[in-house]
């Protein structure tokens, strides 16, 4: 047998699986909206999406999948010489032009349905054994006239079923929708994916709504707020056809309807859509309506978080250990950082009234998110924290990090400088550095 090639170091994968396992674990039976251009299906690139889509499927995500088709349609209204019309980015469906869309939603549909159901040994694919759900579940109505030109066959959509995509969904399909809508009068409008997509991951209450975006993303921070984003995309000047005028609008919208959170990722970036679900990172920009990284005070529901935190600290000596039992009864002295539902930081004032001095202590941010303000951050509030409390001077007891402190306008002590209840509990075994900092 052939030994497999793997580029990852055995110790780095194992790191990084266990890095993943709160996704894998917060993933289980949510629903992710994933909306791409026909430029996916026409470049040969949704074959490696669909081991993508294979391995959310079988971590037990509700996968719902949205399609579109603008390149096929321009490709065969070149074909027929018929005249190509938008409006402010959405398309003039003519007659000949509808006859175009529904003919690229057929065959996008089967190719994207064929390349689902690939079960090839040896693959990613392998065992699959996706079923693919498809239909009517949108019903659309007129777009109207837009600046003076009537739209015809060009539609928004009125209403997303729910409920039948749930009961597909519930059954362990794929559900694939395409950019068509439907009328209670027979009719078909040509919808954009954006529009099927955002009105989807809104009726369907989704926990996320993803963009793959055909262009580098390099403007727009990793993460941002609904507030930040509209106040960012007012302050553009982009041309009419960038990814960001058509998804950035739709992003806002989606999570001011209900969606936990939107991510817009660059479609070329290998393995884009793992990197950026199951990596702090990420690749791509993140949109919510609340801040991602958010500072609060610790309950004890947090104990087993900033136990995982600290433990590696207290092993390398760098921090005194505690156990659960101490940690549950001082937890409401602690402070935690927390990016995206995951506790990245955390720190403890003790107040010692009497001597209006304060402990800092256990002060500890993940390392992945070191070297990134994180600690400074932790810091600056611990310092706003102990003068509301009538503080006058901060101390630190640390036998490794010394440096950290003194940066930051603590100076070298000695132990008669600590509250007289502190001194009676000092480690002479330890023998760590006292460290004082006035409070202005």
């Known amino acids: 047998m052939n030994k497999p090639n793997n580029t990852c170091h055995p110790a780095q994968f194992v790191k990084w699986f266990r890095t993943a396992a709160p996704y894998i674990h917060g993933f289980r039976k949510k629903t992710f909206v994933i909306a791409f251009g026909g430029e996916v299906v026409d470049d040969g690139l949704f074959v490696e999406l669909t081991h993508d889509f294979n391995l959310l499927n079988s971590l037990g995500v509700r996968l719902v999948l949205v399609h579109g088709v603008r390149p096929q349609v321009e490709t065969r209204l070149k074909e027929i010489n018929a005249t190509i019309k938008y409006v402010d980015g959405l398309r003039v469906t003519d ?6 869309v529904k003919e690229a939603v057929g065959i996008v549909r089967v190719e994207i349905e064929a390349l ?26 007129p777009g109207g006239v837009w600046q003076g030109v009537d739209l015809e066959h060009t539609g928004e959509v009125r209403k997303v079923d729910a409920a039948a995509i749930n009961e597909s969904l519930a059954s362990g399909a794929i559900v694939l929708l395409s950019p068509l ?28 709504l993803i963009f793959l975006m055909d262009a580098a993303n390099d403007a727009l921070p990793k993460t941002v707020t609904t507030a930040e984003a509209a106040k960012w995309l007012k302050a553009q000047k982009r041309p009419t056809d960038s990814d960001l005028d058509y998804y950035l609008p739709c992003a806002i919208d989606a999570c001011r309807g209900g969606v936990n959170r939107v991510h817009l990722i660059n479609r070329h970036t290998e393995g884009g859509l793992l990197q950026e679900l199951f990596t702090h990172e990420g690749v791509g ?21 900033i136990l995982q935190l600290i433990e590696p600290l207290e092993q390398a000596g760098i921090l005194v250990r505690r156990g659960r039992e101490r940690l549950e009864m001082e937890v409401e002295l602690f402070y935690i ?23 800092l202590a256990c002060l500890a941010v993940h390392p992945d998110y070191r070297n990134s303000g994180r600690g400074e951050r932790l810091f600056d509030h611990m310092q706003v924290l102990a003068r509301n409390q009538g503080l006058t001077r901060l101390f630190a007891l640390t036998t490794r990090t010394e440096h950290w402190f003194v940066e930051r306008g603590f100076k070298q002590g000695k ?4 509250p007289t209840e502190k001194q009676e509990l000092y480690n002479y075994q330890r023998r760590s550095k006292v460290f004082v900092k006035q409070l202005g």
């Open 95 to 100: 007659a000949a032009a509808l006859t175009c």
């Open 116 to 141: 689902l159901s690939q079960g090839l040994a040896n693959s990613p694919m392998a065992g699959a054994d996706i079923r693919v759900a498809s239909g009517n579940f949108v019903t659309a109505k």
């Open 181 to 208: 809508g439907y009328s209670p009068t027979g009719e078909v409008f040509n919808l954009t994916l954006e529009d099927v997509a955002t009105s989807a991951a809104i009726a369907l209450k989704a926990e996320k």
């Open 285 to 305: 920009s993140m949109i919510a309506n609340e801040p991602v990284e958010t500072l609060r005070k610790a309950n004890i529901d947090d104990v087993g978080a």
């Open 337 to 359: 950082l927390e990016h995206d539902g995951m506790v990245i930081g955390c720190a403890a004032l003790y107040p010692y009234p009497d001597a209006a001095m304060g402990e």
């Open 415 to 418: 132990i008669d400088d600590l």
